[in-house]
């Protein structure tokens, strides 16, 4: 496979947490005033359909990511505290529809 995906160690440590998968997806976001962009982002978890998603290890990480994001150098990192973390994903390029 061709894509870059970089995990920082944090982001890494949350994802074994969480049981040692995450999922790299388009997701839609809706402006005030019409219109939407998809946008990148890292769920610590497997997906639902997993057909649909490229996959491959890392760092004993189980990455499924869209094929549309597979070619794309990306990281991936962890913001927030306590119960409130979450990932982020940068490098990804916004499509807007």
Known sequence: ???????????????????????????????????????????AQSPNAIQHYQHHVQDNISIYIAPELAHQGLRIGVEGWWKLRHLYVDGAVIQSK
Do not use: Y
């Not at 995990?7 to 790299?24: H, L, P, R």
């Open 1 to 43: 496979m061709n894509h870059v995906i970089e995990i920082d160690s944090a982001a890494a440590d949350f994802i074994k947490q969480q049981g040692g998968a995450v999922t790299v997806r388009l997701s839609p976001r809706h402006g005030c005033c019409g219109g939407f962009a998809n946008l990148a982002v890292a769920e």
